[in-house]
T-cell receptor
């Protein structure tokens, strides 16, 4: 069965410092990988997705993620955190032909002034 | 822009009540989904539908049913609400052309409290 593991439930950074949110997935077939963000009291929004094209994927708001097959990882990064980045982030996996998504348990990002 | 709306942001119901959660999308999407979100568990798929009157069970269908009579509307039904169904419920839709590689678009969620 497909699964995805977010290695940190909470991450706290200072404004202006780099962000790293870690994600590992189980590998059965070629996965599609996504990062979604959920701001307080708002719906989930797609940040970026990987679907077997370039391994470095750029998303909205300066975020990017790198697909590393050898490590079965898809970590999310941003060079410089902003206060507005404080939210919960979900790593998500799916496979070609399967309509449903499998979500990780989420990482809550806090940004300190 | 894709818009997915859910009928209520907050609901309070009593144990044993029948509860209807409604979801509407305005982009003619084939696929619609119901998830529940609980702290530390992420989102878990309850049911999804890939066409009118078609449905498939997700990972946690017990205690729930669904209805899709029109393409734009997907209802989640709690036949007899229980306290362990207190949760945030999220509806999503996707075009239905590319399977698991598609982006899903989410509604704002309904926070249900069962007393």
């Amino acid at each position: 069965a497909q699964s995805v593991t977010q290695l940190d439930s909470h991450v706290s950074v200072s404004e202006g410092t780099p962000v790293l949110l870690r994600c590992n997935y189980s590998s059965s077939y070629s996965p599609s990988l996504f990062w979604y963000v959920q701001h307080p009291n708002k719906g989930l929004q797609l940040l970026l997705k990987y679907t077997s094209a370039a391994t470095l994927v750029k998303g909205i708001n300066g975020f990017e993620a790198e697909f590393k097959k050898s490590e079965t990882s898809f970590h999310l990064t941003k060079p410089s955190a902003h206060m507005s980045d404080a939210a919960e982030y979900f790593c998500v996996v799916s496979y070609t032909g399967r309509r449903a998504l499998t979500f990780g348990s989420g990482t809550r990002l806090q940004v300190q002034p | 822009d894709v818009k997915v709306t859910q009928s209520s942001r907050y609901l309070v119901k009593r144990t044993g009540e029948k509860v209807f959660l409604e979801c509407v999308q305005d982009m003619d999407h084939e696929n619609m989904f119901w998830y529940r979100q609980d702290p530390g568990l992420g989102l878990r798929l309850i049911y999804f539908s890939y066409d009118v009157k078609m449905k498939e069970k997700g990972d946690i269908p017990e205690g729930y049913s669904v209805s899709r009579e029109k393409k734009e509307r997907f209802s989640l039904i709690l036949e007899s609400a229980s306290t362990n169904q207190t949760s945030m419920y999220l509806c999503a839709s996707s075009p239905g052309l590319a399977g698991g590689t598609e982006t899903q678009y989410f509604g704002p969620g309904t926070r249900l409290l069962v007393l």
